[in-house]
């Protein structure tokens, strides 16, 4: 069995281990509904990526959810042309 020959200092022994932690995911916002999304993956509220629908997320839901979910997704394209509008 390996044996290790010196003995590793604090310093060292803490810069190992200062790069062990969780990272921060990043995240863009969805330009369909304005949710939070991981980069170059579907977004898994509204079903949209690169502006066309790929999962049809309204089939799974009951009709109340699904007019909530289709108000929300309805307000965020509404409110984004008037922000690129004011730039
Ligand atoms: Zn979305």
Same mark, same amino acid.
């Given at each position: 069995m390996a044996v290790p020959k010196q003995r590793h200092n604090s310093s060292r022994k803490n810069r190992r281990r200062g790069n062990i932690f969780i990272k921060t995911p990043v995240l863009v916002k969805c330009p369909k509904c304005g949710k939070p999304v991981l980069p170059h993956t579907l977004c898994g509220?509204?079903?949209?990526?690169k502006g066309t629908e !790929?999962?049809?997320?309204?089939?799974? !839901?009951e009709k109340k959810e699904q007019k909530k979910r289709q108000k929300e997704i309805g307000e965020a394209k509404a409110s984004e042309p008037k922000k690129e509008e004011k730039k």
């Open positions: 509220y509204c079903g949209y990526y !790929l999962v049809n997320v309204m089939a799974k !839901l």
